[in-house]
């Protein structure tokens, strides 16, 4: 047997998962192309948030005279290696004068379910959270009006926390994302801490725009033009962001290039790379397709978005593998919260027509977020390999042609 090796549980002692395949079979591999950039040494990222930054003075520069400082993080639906990053950034407000006393961090959790101590100290490290209050985001209280946007005329408010900081940093990672094109940016502060209401408005407007214009707009690498990412940058603009930390990862989530400064060219810059870095080469007409999430395995079904394509349109099988511990992400905008019930934003899985079959397989089973996957008799949620082996030799036999993603959620051709 062909033995397939892919990155596995980003948060939870990270390893490389084997999983056998027939030999006869004619296995591609889609990888992206920057999946083996070597990390950044630590140097580097110093070099990166310490010289130079884009558009704007250095951290400890700007941070002099400020009174309180706000450091926003993404949550765990991004792969972003935060702690790598922080002990950096607090070196450059130790040398503007700001006492520890004076900074906080927030987690931008958007819609999503708030985050625990296990995973603070996962994204920031055990001296950070020994160190300084860590805080989630509440999207239903405390958030305070900061303007309307032009391009959608979403009314912005913002975590209360935050604005009540003359200093503001966010940091977080770039990857392609199925509405604005790429995540990062002013991803951190809309959805990242914003109201609901006004994530809910924001979401409703780019659903709107992709019915009427298409995925030419609003899709994955889609970055300009993208009413949707121009939006939320008009809305980060609003808040005030100081400083803005972009991360480019490798195929294993490890940070392999960094952008820091001011949020538009910034974030434009990251973008610039992140299109070469994470572009994939466009597959066709294979029998099966198989697609592993790693970066954001919480939010596994993405990674469905590249895998239609490669299907020979007469059909084929799908597997999208989804290991994660803690499930799916809870999502208050647009998951389920009972067999009937969804968020208010509810999007219906449709699975095309020359798909046969969706396989779901996970060690961590977890049917209460099959939905995330759609629920038609052409869906399976499995967690034995043998099994899924034997259902896709007995459907596609001993010639069939398979491609692997091994990080479909942020690869895009």
């Known amino acids: 047997m062909k033995m397939l090796k892919l990155p596995q549980l980003a948060w939870d002692r990270t390893k490389e998962l084997e999983l056998p395949l027939a030999d006869s079979w ?23 948030l ?32 935060v702690a790598d990053v922080v002990p950096f950034v607090l070196e450059e407000l130790a040398e503007a004068g700001i006492p520890d006393n004076r900074i906080r961090f927030i987690a931008a959790l958007g819609c999503h379910g708030a985050m625990n101590r296990f995973d603070f100290v996962k994204k920031l490290g055990e001296e950070t959270v020994a160190r300084f209050p860590v805080y989630n985001h509440n999207p239903y ?9 032009a391009t959608f005329g979403t009314k912005v408010y913002v975590n209360e926390e935050v604005m009540k900081c003359d200093l503001r940093i966010a940091i977080g990672s770039v990857v392609p994302h199925p509405r604005t094109g790429f995540g ?8 990242g801490v914003t109201s609901f209401e006004t ?6 407007m780019f659903f709107k725009t992709l019915q009427e214009q298409g995925p030419a707009v609003i899709g994955m690498g889609v970055f300009d033009p993208n009413p949707a990412r121009i939006d939320i940058e008009e809305a980060a603009t609003l808040t005030g962001l100081d400083v803005l930390i972009n991360c480019l990862v490798n195929m294993w989530g490890k940070t392999t290039a960094i952008f820091a400064g001011a949020l538009k060219p910034t974030y434009a810059a990251a973008v610039q790379e992140a299109k070469a870095h994470y572009l994939t080469p466009r597959m066709e007409g294979k029998d099966i397709v198989i697609a592993n999430t790693f970066a954001k395995a919480n939010e596994a079904w993405i990674g469905l978005g590249i895998t239609y394509p490669a299907l020979k349109p007469e059909g084929g099988d799908i597997v999208i593998i989804a ?20 968020g208010p934003l509810r999007q219906e899985r449709k699975i095309p027509q020359q798909v046969n079959r969706l396989i779901v397989y996970t060690e961590y089973p977890d ?25 896709l030799q007995e459907a596609r036999g001993k010639d069939a042609k398979v491609v692997v993603y091994p990080n479909a959620e942020i690869q895009y051709c």
């Open 141 to 149: 209280a405390n958030c305070t009006y900061v303007g309307t946007t």
């Open 50 to 81: 310490t010289q130079n930054l884009i558009g704007t003075p250095l951290i400890r520069e700007i941070a002099k005279g400020k009174k309180e400082v706000v450091i926003i993080f993404d949550d765990m639906t991004r792969v972003t290696r």
């Open 184 to 191: 990062g940016g002013g991803k951190i502060i809309l959805p």
């Open 367 to 391: 049917l209460g977020n099959r939905a995330w996957f759609g629920t038609t008799d052409k869906t399976l949620f499995l967690h034995n390999w043998d099994y899924v082996l034997q259902i």
């Open 26 to 48: 004619q296995v591609e591999m889609g990888y992206m192309a920057g999946y083996d950039r070597p990390a950044l040494t630590p140097d580097q990222i110093k070099a990166a």
């Open 323 to 342: 290991n994660n511990p803690g499930g799916q992400v809870t999502h208050y905008l647009l998951g389920p919260f009972g067999n009937t019930i969804w």
């Open 199 to 204: 994530t809910e408005y924001n979401h409703k």
